[in-house]
């Protein structure tokens, strides 16, 4: 066993480049060339390979490091004895805003190169790679380019990168196409020159030791696969581009607002179909990752998203209310003339309702829902509420059957933990803190305002702050802290009527009861017919999360709780 220090190889004239992902950790046994990091610049990104095979026992460089050729970024432990760390891997891929396969000028010297026949921009040196898939074209004919701006972009498996254009002009022939394979010396565009869109190159040798070109883009390649670093000798052959003169920006050139992702991210988004320019970055400068990608997908299937090509197809714009319209293969939302049939009025959705309307519907597209119903007795808790009013008449506190079921709903999410958690992709966020939310009919629509640390409030506090915040939603004065941060709702339709529904859950929860007018019904007590009071009970449940088991017991123990309060204590 020998412990080696693997080391960033020769990424040509790139410098400080910025780490924007760490692929393995301590521990991993990783191949060699596999990729360990992934690095990146505004024209490229490239995963960065293992020279050796081993296991990863120290990492050298984190998130956001800056790293230059010779970085040390793993100490490896390697089997068998390593006569000597390989020499970081030569990158011979550097591209250059000079196109190596023009004719320059013979030994060097400075060239003006004054664009206003037809130009052949080729692809240029990028390396050792043979053939790269062209993935993006980012220039059309008519377009006017700037010199430097990129034309298309190519892919490996380990790199993708940008060909920049080697002069001004307007496009005349696009000469690849997507998918395409390029390489070296590969024909991109013809341009023809624009009015004063020269561009000047300074062709000069370079300076000793250094065999390559200025880089605008660089790829990674294996180490295995290229050759070490060939000194250059001084004043020879190679030729390095030391200055540019570009013209000034044309303005009527094409924003350029790339998507902004890793070679690995950007075959994830062409595997799903995801148009990555459509896709909002929340890494490091706006960076895709998966999670955005992932996002994309779901929002499009729930109709929260629609691509640019959905909407460009849509026959015609959907009404507000109509959203759903935007599912693929769904028809758009009817557009019937109804006082075609009599006398209407129109109104515009409250701003509560529009708010509302879109999470509910959400919700009830992306939550696999399953309602269970069940019944609870509230025979005795209801004479004792009654009875407590009676003596607290003065206090001016009314307390609520409401206010009863959200301390029995405290105490089921104590014993049934998994109904107070919330989805963060593949993980489950239990919740340490019992905050209640209650649904709250308003003359705008809906509201849910949460109920602080239930657990830690009795039956009168509560009842007085459900008071209190169901005033404040029925006069529109509830601030937003009011109606965030809840672990469970109840929505109670019992003050009005009804026997069982099917609450919407109020993501991110998993979980909403739902209740209705108890009524008196026969109960069977083994020797014949009691009248007792029953409250139905309807609890929906996020069937990612719960199962049918968990739901009915937490059901039953609820209504156990309500059936005999005194069970909360024990
Ligand atoms: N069964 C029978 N009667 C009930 C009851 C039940 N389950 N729940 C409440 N009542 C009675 C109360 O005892 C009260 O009667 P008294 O005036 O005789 O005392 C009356 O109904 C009115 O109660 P309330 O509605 O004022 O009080 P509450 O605590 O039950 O509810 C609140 C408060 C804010 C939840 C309610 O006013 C409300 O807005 N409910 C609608 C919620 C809603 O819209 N849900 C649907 C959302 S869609 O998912």
């Given at each position: 066993m020998a412990?080696i220090?693997?080391?960033?190889?020769?990424?040509?004239d790139f410098?400080?480049?910025?780490?924007i992902?760490?692929?393995?950790?301590v521990?991993?046994?990783?191949?060699?060339?596999?990729?360990?990091?992934?690095?990146?610049?505004?024209?490229?990104?490239?995963e960065i390979?293992s020279?050796h095979?081993?296991?990863?026992?120290?990492?050298?460089?984190a998130?956001?490091?800056?790293?230059?050729?010779?970085t040390?970024?793993?100490?490896l432990?390697v089997?068998?004895?390593?006569?000597a760390?390989?020499?970081?891997?030569?990158?011979a891929?550097?591209?250059?805003?000079?196109?190596p396969?023009?004719?320059?000028?013979a030994?060097?010297?400075?060239h003006?190169a004054?664009v206003?026949?037809?130009?052949?921009?080729f692809?240029?040196?990028?390396g050792d790679?043979?053939?790269?898939?062209?993935?993006?074209?980012?220039?059309k004919?008519?377009d006017t380019?700037?010199?430097e701006q990129?034309?298309?972009?190519v892919?490996?498996?380990?790199?993708?990168m940008?060909?920049?254009?080697?002069?001004?002009?307007?496009?005349?022939?696009?000469?690849v196409g997507?998918?395409?394979?390029?390489?070296?010396g590969?024909?991109?565009v013809v341009l023809?020159g624009?009015?004063?869109?020269?561009?000047?190159?300074?062709?000069?040798?370079?300076?000793?030791g250094?065999g390559?070109?200025?880089?605008?883009?660089?790829a990674?390649?294996s180490?295995?696969?290229?050759p070490?670093?060939?000194?250059?000798p001084?004043?020879?052959?190679s030729?390095?581009?030391?200055?540019?003169a570009v013209p000034?920006?044309?303005?009527?050139?094409?924003?350029?607002?790339?998507?902004h992702a890793s070679?690995?991210?950007r075959?994830f988004?062409r595997?799903?179909g995801?148009?990555?320019?459509?896709v909002k970055?929340s890494?490091?400068?706006g960076?895709?990752?998966?999670?955005?990608?992932?996002?994309?997908?779901k929002g499009v299937?729930?109709?929260?998203?629609?691509?640019?090509?959905?909407?460009?197809a849509a026959?015609?714009?959907?009404?507000a209310a109509?959203?759903g319209?935007?599912?693929?293969?769904?028809?758009?939302?009817?557009?019937?003339?109804?006082?075609k049939?009599g006398p209407v009025?129109?109104?515009d959705l409250?701003r509560?309702?529009?708010?509302?309307?879109a999470?509910?519907?959400r919700n009830w597209?992306?939550?696999?829902h399953?309602t269970n119903?069940?019944d609870a007795d509230?025979?005795?808790?209801?004479?004792?509420?009654?009875?407590t009013?009676?003596e607290n008449?003065?206090s001016g506190?009314?307390?609520t059957m409401?206010?009863f079921m959200?301390k029995?709903?405290?105490a089921a999410l104590?014993?049934f933990?998994?109904?107070?958690?919330?989805?963060d992709g593949?993980?489950l966020v239990l919740?340490?803190y019992?905050h209640?939310?209650?649904?709250a009919?308003?003359?705008n629509?809906?509201?849910?305002p949460?109920?602080r640390d239930c657990?830690?409030?009795?039956?009168?506090?509560?009842?007085?702050?459900?008071g209190?915040?169901?005033?404040?939603a029925?006069?529109?004065?509830?601030?937003?802290?009011?109606m965030?941060?809840?672990?469970?709702s109840?929505?109670?339709?019992?003050?009005?009527g009804?026997?069982?529904?099917?609450?919407?859950?109020?993501a991110p929860?998993?979980?909403?009861m739902?209740?209705?007018k108890s009524?008196?019904?026969?109960?069977?007590?083994?020797k014949?017919f009691?009248p007792?009071?029953?409250l139905?009970?309807s609890?929906s449940?996020?069937?990612?999360?719960?199962?049918?088991?968990s739901?009915?017991?937490?059901?039953v123990?609820?209504?156990?709780?309500?059936?005999?309060?005194?069970?909360?204590?024990?």
């Amino acid at each position: 066993m020998a412990l080696i220090e693997v080391k960033v190889p020769d990424i040509g004239d790139f410098k400080d480049v910025a780490i924007i992902e760490v692929l393995v950790k301590v521990g991993d046994t990783i191949k060699a060339e596999q990729s360990l990091l992934t690095v990146e610049s505004d024209k490229a990104s490239m995963e960065i390979p293992s020279s050796h095979a081993g296991v990863v026992k120290e990492l050298k460089v984190a998130l956001g490091d800056k790293i230059n050729e010779g970085t040390v970024v793993v100490m490896l432990e390697v089997a068998g004895a390593v006569a000597a760390a390989p020499a970081p891997a030569p990158v011979a891929a550097a591209a250059t805003v000079a196109p190596p396969p023009q004719p320059s000028p013979a030994g060097g010297g400075s060239h003006a190169a004054s664009v206003s026949g037809p130009v052949e921009v080729f692809v240029p040196d990028i390396g050792d790679f043979d053939e790269v898939a062209v993935i993006e074209l980012l220039v059309k004919v008519g377009d006017t380019v700037a010199a430097e701006q990129s034309l298309i972009t190519v892919e490996s498996d380990k790199a993708s990168m940008e060909i920049p254009s080697s002069h001004a002009g307007v496009v005349k022939e696009l000469k690849v196409g997507l998918g395409d394979k390029v390489k070296k010396g590969s024909l991109v565009v013809v341009l023809e020159g624009t009015a004063g869109a020269a561009v000047t190159l300074a062709v000069n040798p370079p300076p000793a030791g250094e065999g390559r070109v200025g880089a605008s883009v660089v790829a990674q390649v294996s180490p295995s696969a290229s050759p070490p670093p060939q000194p250059s000798p001084a004043g020879g052959g190679s030729q390095t581009v030391v200055a540019v003169a570009v013209p000034a920006h044309d303005p009527t050139a094409p924003a350029l607002n790339l998507p902004h992702a890793s070679p690995s991210m950007r075959k994830f988004a062409r595997e799903l179909g995801v148009p990555l320019a459509e896709v909002k970055g929340s890494g490091p400068k706006g960076r895709i990752t998966e999670a955005d990608i992932q996002g994309f997908v779901k929002g499009v299937m729930a109709g929260a998203v629609q691509t640019v090509a959905q909407k460009a197809a849509a026959p015609a714009p959907a009404p507000a209310a109509a959203a759903g319209g935007a599912f693929p293969g769904l028809l758009a939302w009817p557009k019937v003339d109804f006082a075609k049939f009599g006398p209407v009025e129109r109104k515009d959705l409250s701003r509560i309702k529009k708010i509302s309307g879109a999470n509910l519907h959400r919700n009830w597209v992306i939550i696999p829902h399953v309602t269970n119903h069940d019944d609870a007795d509230i025979t005795d808790l209801e004479a004792f509420r009654v009875a407590t009013n009676k003596e607290n008449e003065k206090s001016g506190v009314k307390v609520t059957m409401l206010a009863f079921m959200i301390k029995a709903a405290v105490a089921a999410l104590k014993k049934f933990p998994e109904f107070n958690s919330s989805l963060d992709g593949d993980q489950l966020v239990l919740k340490n803190y019992f905050h209640v939310g209650f649904a709250a009919d308003t003359p705008n629509g809906l509201m849910v305002p949460v109920i602080r640390d239930c657990d830690k409030k009795g039956i009168f506090q509560i009842s007085q702050e459900m008071g209190e915040l169901a005033k404040k939603a029925r006069d529109g004065k509830l601030g937003p802290a009011e109606m965030t941060g809840g672990c469970f709702s109840i929505s109670s339709l019992g003050g009005i009527g009804g026997r069982y529904f099917t609450p919407i859950i109020n993501a991110p929860e998993v979980a909403i009861m739902g209740v209705c007018k108890s009524a008196i019904e026969p109960k069977w007590d083994g020797k014949q017919f009691q009248p007792r009071l029953m409250l139905p009970l309807s609890l929906s449940w996020d069937h990612r999360v719960i199962d049918g088991a968990s739901a009915a017991r937490f059901n039953v123990y609820f209504a156990s709780l309500l059936a005999d309060f005194r069970r909360i204590v024990l």
